[in-house]
């Protein structure tokens, strides 16, 4: 469903990565790997259509992104490796205006159960302000609960979780495969899954296929 040939990006002078190729379908998650500086969030965001490549397509369901840029993002959910809250606002109302702004309404007794599933019972109507760094990852996360999309592109999604709400999310992902999601990641911890495909994608070498 998910098809990237050739793909090239730069900031400034610099060429962040080139070549980049893979097919992404229903059931199939990618690691993408590489260091620091590797251009990881670069591709994320591009696969997006947040950022436009120099070079290469991205094709959804054998069309260009670039053609089908509503259709295309009605089908996808990104959250990036900040959780971009408003710390005024409560986990209920940051989670419920998220979901506005992708098109869609979420009420606030829903809104309220899926922060409860992540682990937030008791917090679901304190300022963002006011909770941890992992707290504030289970608010940013808890939209997956909601979220009918089929393609998810997660950067550091386990960042600041402990390991209840690591397990917890990793059995989301796999929920999602096992439905004939898509997932691309990066992270540090290792997703095991029982149904479903793994690939991977470093970027860093010369040539970026996956294998």
Request: contains cysteine; charged residues 25%.
């Amino acid at each position: 469903m998910l098809e990237v040939a050739g793909l090239q990006c730069e900031r400034g002078d610099r060429c962040l990565f080139s070549d980049v190729g893979f097919r992404l379908q229903a059931g199939e998650l990618l690691y993408l790997h590489g260091h620091n500086g590797s251009g990881k969030t670069t591709l994320l965001r591009t696969l997006c259509g947040l950022i436009e490549p120099t070079a290469g397509k991205i094709l959804w369901q054998g069309k260009s992104i670039r053609k089908q840029r509503e259709e295309y993002a009605a089908e996808l959910v990104y959250i990036g490796h900040k959780n971009a809250l408003k710390d005024d606002l409560t986990g209920v109302e940051n989670l419920r205006v998220s979901c506005a702004l992708d098109g869609f309404k979420v009420s606030r007794q829903k809104a309220w159960n899926a922060l409860e599933r992540m682990g937030l019972k008791g917090h679901e109507d304190l300022p963002t302000q006011v909770l941890s760094q992992g707290q504030k990852r289970r608010v940013t996360l808890a939209r997956l609960l909601i979220d009918k999309s089929r393609l998810w592109i997660l950067d550091e999604p386990f960042t600041a979780l402990d390991v209840n709400a690591s397990q917890f999310l990793q059995s989301i992902l796999q929920k999602h495969l096992a439905a004939g999601g898509m997932v691309i990641l990066t992270t540090h911890q290792e997703v095991e899954l029982t149904s479903g495909e793994i690939k991977r994608l470093r970027l860093g070498w010369k040539k970026h296929n996956d294998v």
